[in-house]
């Protein structure tokens, strides 16, 4: 269980890695239009690359967990995501996180450790 807990984790890092990339890629590209331009900026922009890689490893290593161990209980616990997203957006984007939301991943993370025993 620590092993399958251990890949969860990696498996959150890399995901909620990936938007956080997306999201600092998406900032220095500005806003969207159908022109040459902006595809110039998006396609020059390294975070977009990263956000991209960090998901194909987030999927790689997603598909290792799932065919090691039964969906019902590894599912579940990708709600430990919703821990790290909060963590990073506080930390790395300065955003505020309202004491309603940290009680919502609580009670989420209470029901995860429930669906995991």
Known sequence: MIRLFILILLQGMLVIGSECFLKVALEKIGEFSWTWAFFKVALSTWQLYAAGLTAIV???EWMAVLKRYDLSLAYPLT???FILSL???AWIFHEPIPATRWI???LIMAGV????R
Request: charged share 0%; net charge neutral.
């Open 58 to 60: 987030g999927v790689l």
């Open 79 to 81: 709600a430990i995501s």
């Open 87 to 89: 963590l990073a957006g």
């Open 104 to 106: 919502g991943v609580v």
């Open 113 to 116: 450790y429930f669906v995991a």
